[in-house]
Nanobody, 115 residues
Framework: QVQLVESGGGLVQPGGSLRLSCAAS????????MGWYRQAPGKERELVAR???????DYGDSVAGRFTISRDNAKQTVYLQMNSLKPEDTAVYYC?????????WGKGTLITVSS
């Protein structure tokens, strides 16, 4: 069993930056995928970024070049550095882990980009 706890959400102005963190409890191996998804009001959940050891990270088209995902395997923590934030980035951001075919989700953290 894996539990994921996100932190770092909040309100930010357009053009600003935020960093999200997601700490996993239970055992997560470096080759298990960890990442971030988001869901805006009235929209489907979409991939933001994901990472696993030995492979290049994947990014959603709308965030590529602005967001950077990283991972500290020793701490079982994944990070999402978000720069040049736009109002359309407003959403609930969910941490995700796929461990040998089983998906685990955090409860989500709200990010609001507004002036």
């Amino acid at each position: 069993q894996v539990q994921l706890v996100e932190s770092g959400g909040g309100l930010v102005q357009p053009g600003g930056s935020l960093r999200l963190s997601c700490a996993a409890s239970g055992v997560v191996y470096s080759d298990n995928v960890m990442g971030w998804y988001r869901q805006a009001p009235g929209k489907e959940r979409e991939l933001v970024a994901r990472i696993r050891s030995g492979r290049d990270p994947d990014y959603g088209d709308s965030v590529a070049g602005r967001f950077t995902i990283s991972r500290d395997n020793a701490k079982q923590t994944v990070y999402l550095q978000m720069n040049s934030l736009k109002p359309e980035d407003t959403a609930v951001y969910y941490c995700h882990c796929r461990k040998y075919g089983t998906d685990y989700w955090g409860k989500g953290t709200l990010i609001t980009v507004s002036s």
